[in-house]
């Protein structure tokens, strides 16, 4: 089951790829992570998918990644008399909380009273993913007026958004924290957030999950942004929801914005997805447009961990075609030599510890050596992320003794994750194991080398020091005789 690239693939679960033969097929076309979307469903829905996935990583043998992505506040318009209204630019129309009171051509009703408490004169309203902009002109006690700017028309319950006023709102709502419980319980290995604008956010969900999911932020407001650098050290991946980042921001500053996401993720040694609308039109076609088709390129190129499919699994027409096509996209771009220099004229990642150059040591020996794969041993997935982090040209053999540690790691760039319960007692043992396992997972054959990154003491987080190239010898499984092995201490030169 090894991929044959780096960038990985998530796919979001939904009607149209909920059963058991359908994820079974998307997952051997390519997916690496499934993403649930809690905004869709019920937990009963979930929990059966949860299930399914599971029983399809018993039967691959292979660790599949999980993510629990949560709704967040859903900010929605009240209902009208007569269902919708129509107007024109310049109209002024009133906004209040009374909700019990239908709205007409002159006033709209908005359920959030404390949302029409935080903005003032100037402040822009959008709604209908941003078809109506609207500008606040007046403000009185419990209403305002807002001036339209652009569109004609609203109708019940179309969603607006806020986007230059923090709002007063946690990104945790009463479901929210159910399907939180609920997602944690069947054991995801990721949490992902919606609606985050300040760092006091993630802290807040942090004190509910503890460390029984990892963290993902999904960037999607313009706050956020402002706060990006804090908020990706307090976060364990990103999500880049260029959907939502579309409407509260102008279309041409997404693409930067990207950009620098994916730069400030990697520099950090979080893992970034790219998401939304990467090969939109194949909900209802079976080839992507060829601006879709350099849109996931451009992705690549940029050096996402993951780029994902949502509609597009989730309730389009054609689920598994989209994963053949954005696979075969990866693999292209990441066959150009244009690619490998582009990632390597980035920015060099941060990091000063033992670990974090013992990892950049091992990264550079495997490419001298032409070593077949990078070792790392991982016991919380640190040493994988750092890994990753380096965007090595060879594959990185994440072994660990934690499935949990494995599922995560499944949408870490480059890293084929394997779960391997077996106690490492000795600098030989470490180095059988590593060959046994590269040779079987076909990350190896006789003759090839491995750079294997370990720490000691053994199975202890955070000791990473001890760097060792391994030549394969010509017998199956190898023996600690069958290896030429080349070690180097913490502290000493690569070998």
Known sequence: MKRNRSTKIIATVGPASNSAERLKALFLAGVDVFRLNFSHGTQDDHGTVIERIRALEAETGRPIGIIADLQGPKLRLGRFADNAITFAPGKVLRFDSQVERLGDENRVPIPHPDIIAALTPGSTVLCDDGKVRLKVVAK??????????????????????????????????????????????????????????RPEDIHEARALIGNRAA??????????????????????????????????????????IQKRMI???????????????????????????????????????????????????????YPVEAVVFMDDIIRHVERDPGYRRSLDALP??????????????????????????????????????RAARERPAQPILGITSRIETARRLALSYAVHA??????????????????????????????????????????????????????????????????????????????
């Open 140 to 197: 009185g006690d419990g209403w305002l007026d807002a001036e339209v700017i652009s569109g004609t028309r609203l109708s019940n319950n179309k969603g607006f958004n806020i986007p230059d006023v923090v709002l007063p709102l946690s990104p945790l709502t009463e479901k929210d924290r159910r399907d939180l419980a609920f997602a944690i319980d069947k054991g995801v290995e990721w949490i992902a957030l919606s609606f985050v604008q």
């Open 215 to 256: 963290v993902m932020l999904k960037m999607e407001k313009p706050a956020a942004v402002e706060h990006l650098t804090e908020l990706i050290q307090l976060s364990d991946a990103i999500m880049v929801a260029r959907g939502d980042l579309g409407v509260e921001l102008s279309l041409p500053e997404v693409p930067a």
């Open 263 to 317: 730069a400030e993720s990697r520099r950090f040694g979080r893992p970034v997805i790219v998401a939304t609308q990467m090969l939109e039109s194949m909900i209802t076609a079976p080839v992507p447009t060829r601006a879709e088709v350099s849109d996931v390129a451009t992705a690549v190129y940029e050096g996402a961990d993951c780029v994902m499919l949502s509609a597009e699994s989730a309730a389009g027409q």
């Open 348 to 385: 060099a990642p941060t990091g000063t510890g033992i670990g974090d150059a013992m990892i950049r040591a091992a990264t550079q020996t495997a490419t001298a050596v032409g070593a077949s794969a990078l070792v790392a041993y991982t016991l919380s997935g640190t040493t994988g992320l």
């Open 418 to 495: 394997v779960h391997a319960p077996e106690d490492i007692h000795s600098f030989g043992e470490m180095v059988d194991n590593a060959v046994r396992i590269a040779v079987r997972e076909g990350l190896g054959a006789p003759g090839d080398r491995l750079a294997i990154a370990a720490g000691v003491p053994f199975a202890r987080p955070g000791t990473t020091n001890i760097l060792r190239v391994t030549v394969i010898g010509d017998t199956d499984p190898p023996s600690k005789h069958d290896v030429e092995d080349h070690a180097a201490p913490a502290g000493a030169a690569p070998v």
